[in-house]
């Protein structure tokens, strides 16, 4: 879901909350934004359409700052381990935010905001109140052409440079974007028990279902994801897309019930039964001889598979050491070309 919209009747912006603040020493205000043009982006650092967003926020404010723009970001968490400050500052600075970013752990400014989407940008305007709300990820010119607008209310006179072009080429006009799989999360985990309390072993059906999480080995729920108990599991996708990322972490959220060590996961990728092809490794996977694996160190948005056109494949993710948590897999598919990625060996 993306649109664009303004609001006909200028609504004051919520004042931040005292809180804590990440990238600054001197928490802004909204009043102390008065006479500036303020971007709000409501985000959380696992979602994939929220880091798709990164690189024109970034661009903006390089090339607007000298005019009176700035960001100020809002982290509200979708899952229960990115309410840890340590965790979600590892996160942003690996993600190359660096203006200030406020921990809405209680939800308290996303409800003042109305919001129900990640991301969610708000234009302010020099005197506090929301000029336009973006739901969603794309529609990078019109938003940039709202900046400029609130920018020309400042001075009219004003010589602003010519909008941007697409940064990355799937977001180009002419971009193949195919429907794909939705996001899946725990409700979709096969014979799953969402008030499920101890460990349960689990097995693969003879078929698998499109768009279902099929587990193998002894697991358990903790929080809003899944853990493994046992010391070898899998997990079993099939699924319809040209990229996957997966929400992953190396301990379960209640790790104090469960013995686990803070050494990282190491979990091998094969696909349609084979290993991962080198040309279809996503940004995390690292080449161990004729397979491929990727490294689970901290809680975020690993990225997993990059396949060349929108398809279905079967995904098989396994594990030879206990602790890793489960919580989404998310999928993309706007390609323009083919891509050749230069193969990844480990250190």
Known sequence: MLFMERYQSLVK????P???????LDPPTLAGQAGKITLIDIFDFTCINCIRTLPYLRAWQER????????IGIHTPEFKFAHDLEVVKVGIHRLGIHWPVILDNDQR???????RYWPSLYLIDANGKIGYRHVGEGGYEAIEIAIQE?????DSDIELPDLLPSIRPEDAEGADCAPTSPEIQLGTIDQIEIDQKKPKVFKLPEDLESDRIYLVGSWRVTQDGVTLTGEIGEIALRYKAARVHAVLAPKPDDRERLPFTDE???IQVLQDGEPL???????????????????VAVPRLYSLVENPVVESHDLRLMITQSGLSLYAFSFGS???EEVSLPSKTEE
Not at 13 to 16: I, Q
Not at 150 to 154: R, T
């Open 150 to 154: 609130m920018l020309q209310q400042l």
């Open 64 to 71: 607007y700052e000298p005019y009176g723009f700035n960001i």
């Open 18 to 24: 005292p809180g804590v603040w990440l990238n600054t």
């Open 264 to 266: 990282p996961l190491y």
């Open 13 to 16: 912006a919520p004042e931040f």
């Open 277 to 295: 092809e080198r040309s279809c490794f996503g940004e995390d996977i690292l080449a161990n001889g004729v397979n491929a694996r990727f490294r």
């Open 109 to 115: 400014l996303w409800t003042s905001y109305a919001n």
């Open 334 to 336: 706007c390609r323009t």
